[in-house]
Protein backbone atom coordinates (compact mmCIF):
# COMPACT_ATOMS: atom_id res chain seq x y z
CA UNK A 1 0.00 0.00 0.00
CA UNK A 2 3.01 2.29 0.67
CA UNK A 3 4.64 1.73 -2.57
CA UNK A 4 1.21 2.46 -4.68
CA UNK A 5 0.69 6.22 -2.43
CA UNK A 6 4.52 6.78 -3.53
CA UNK A 7 3.86 5.77 -7.44
CA UNK A 8 0.64 7.79 -7.82
CA UNK A 9 2.20 10.77 -6.18
CA UNK A 10 5.28 10.61 -8.60
CA UNK A 11 2.80 9.38 -11.68
CA UNK A 12 0.84 12.82 -10.72
CA UNK A 13 4.40 14.75 -10.39
CA UNK A 14 5.61 13.68 -14.09
CA UNK A 15 1.66 14.75 -15.51
CA UNK A 16 1.64 18.06 -13.62
CA UNK A 17 5.13 18.62 -15.65
CA UNK A 18 4.09 18.05 -18.65
CA UNK A 19 1.61 20.20 -18.42
CA UNK A 20 3.32 23.01 -16.95
CA UNK A 21 6.12 22.71 -20.44
CA UNK A 22 2.87 22.55 -22.69
CA UNK A 23 2.03 25.73 -21.14
CA UNK A 24 4.88 27.77 -21.35
CA UNK A 25 5.52 26.68 -25.13
CA UNK A 26 1.84 28.04 -25.92
CA UNK A 27 3.12 31.22 -24.37
CA UNK A 28 5.97 31.25 -25.83
CA UNK A 29 4.37 30.28 -29.04
CA UNK A 30 2.02 33.49 -28.77
CA UNK A 31 4.75 35.91 -28.03
CA UNK A 32 6.70 35.10 -31.31
CA UNK A 33 4.06 35.46 -33.60
CA UNK A 34 0.33 36.40 -32.97
CA UNK A 35 -2.38 35.40 -34.42
CA UNK A 36 -2.05 37.03 -38.03
CA UNK A 37 -3.42 35.88 -41.69
CA UNK A 38 -0.59 36.98 -44.56
CA UNK A 39 -1.63 39.81 -46.02
CA UNK A 40 -1.41 38.29 -49.80
CA UNK A 41 -0.03 40.82 -52.16
CA UNK A 42 -2.37 41.62 -55.28
CA UNK A 43 -0.85 40.58 -58.82
CA UNK A 44 -0.20 43.24 -61.16
CA UNK A 45 -1.96 42.14 -64.83
CA UNK A 46 -0.10 43.88 -67.63
CA UNK A 47 -2.77 45.09 -70.69
CA UNK A 48 -1.11 45.09 -73.54
CA UNK A 49 -3.46 47.42 -75.93
CA UNK A 50 -5.11 45.38 -78.74
CA UNK A 51 -3.42 46.65 -81.76
CA UNK A 52 -0.08 45.31 -80.55
CA UNK A 53 -1.48 42.01 -79.43
CA UNK A 54 -3.55 41.51 -83.03
CA UNK A 55 0.23 42.38 -84.72
CA UNK A 56 1.79 39.67 -83.19
CA UNK A 57 -1.21 37.72 -84.22
CA UNK A 58 -0.96 38.64 -87.97
CA UNK A 59 3.05 37.79 -87.89
CA UNK A 60 2.91 34.72 -86.25
CA UNK A 61 -0.30 33.47 -89.03
CA UNK A 62 2.13 35.05 -91.81
CA UNK A 63 5.02 32.82 -91.12
CA UNK A 64 3.02 29.95 -90.59
CA UNK A 65 1.78 30.59 -94.37
CA UNK A 66 5.00 30.80 -95.85
CA UNK A 67 6.88 27.57 -94.92
CA UNK A 68 5.75 24.96 -97.16
CA UNK A 69 7.86 21.74 -97.65
CA UNK A 70 9.60 20.71 -99.75
CA UNK A 71 9.14 16.76 -100.19
CA UNK A 72 11.05 14.66 -102.40
CA UNK A 73 9.36 12.70 -105.04
CA UNK A 74 9.85 9.09 -103.75
CA UNK A 75 7.86 10.36 -100.01
CA UNK A 76 5.38 11.91 -102.19
CA UNK A 77 4.90 8.75 -104.40
CA UNK A 78 4.89 6.52 -101.74
CA UNK A 79 2.26 8.55 -99.97
CA UNK A 80 -0.20 7.81 -102.77
CA UNK A 81 0.24 4.40 -102.66
CA UNK A 82 -0.47 4.15 -99.25
CA UNK A 83 -3.75 5.99 -99.72
CA UNK A 84 -4.65 3.85 -103.10
CA UNK A 85 -4.09 0.94 -101.25
CA UNK A 86 -6.46 2.11 -98.22
CA UNK A 87 -9.15 2.89 -100.58
CA UNK A 88 -8.44 0.14 -102.37
CA UNK A 89 -7.99 -2.41 -99.99
CA UNK A 90 -10.59 -1.94 -96.98
CA UNK A 91 -10.02 -3.96 -93.51
CA UNK A 92 -11.84 -7.03 -93.98
CA UNK A 93 -14.63 -7.74 -91.06
CA UNK A 94 -14.31 -11.70 -91.76
CA UNK A 95 -11.22 -11.92 -90.05
CA UNK A 96 -12.44 -10.02 -87.23
CA UNK A 97 -15.49 -12.20 -86.66
CA UNK A 98 -13.75 -15.81 -87.62
CA UNK A 99 -11.62 -15.17 -84.56
CA UNK A 100 -14.30 -14.32 -82.37
CA UNK A 101 -15.75 -17.64 -83.81
CA UNK A 102 -13.08 -19.37 -82.20
CA UNK A 103 -12.73 -17.74 -79.04
CA UNK A 104 -16.55 -19.05 -78.47
CA UNK A 105 -15.67 -22.51 -79.89
CA UNK A 106 -13.85 -23.40 -76.90
CA UNK A 107 -15.57 -25.60 -74.57
CA UNK A 108 -15.39 -25.54 -71.19
CA UNK A 109 -16.57 -28.60 -69.06
CA UNK A 110 -16.37 -27.71 -65.20
CA UNK A 111 -16.79 -31.58 -64.46
CA UNK A 112 -13.31 -32.39 -66.33
CA UNK A 113 -11.61 -29.41 -65.06
CA UNK A 114 -12.14 -30.38 -61.59
CA UNK A 115 -11.49 -33.29 -61.98
CA UNK A 116 -7.95 -32.72 -63.57
CA UNK A 117 -7.39 -30.12 -60.57
CA UNK A 118 -7.22 -32.59 -58.18
CA UNK A 119 -5.06 -35.06 -59.89
CA UNK A 120 -2.35 -32.33 -60.19
CA UNK A 121 -2.95 -30.92 -57.08
CA UNK A 122 -3.10 -34.16 -55.13
CA UNK A 123 -3.80 -33.44 -51.11
CA UNK A 124 -1.55 -36.40 -49.70
CA UNK A 125 2.09 -35.62 -51.45
Known amino acids: MENFIVVLISVGF??????RNF????E?????RPNVRPQTVPVETYKQPLEKVKHK??????IKSVYAPELPA????AQERRRQSKIEKPIPLKRIQEVEQEKSDVEFDLRQ????SAILDRPYK
Do not use: F
Not at 57 to 62: D, F, N, P, V
Not at 113 to 116: D, L, P
Open 28 to 32: KSKSR
Open 14 to 19: VIYNIY
Open 23 to 26: QKEV
Open 113 to 116: AVIQ
Open 57 to 62: EEKKQK
Open 74 to 77: EVIA
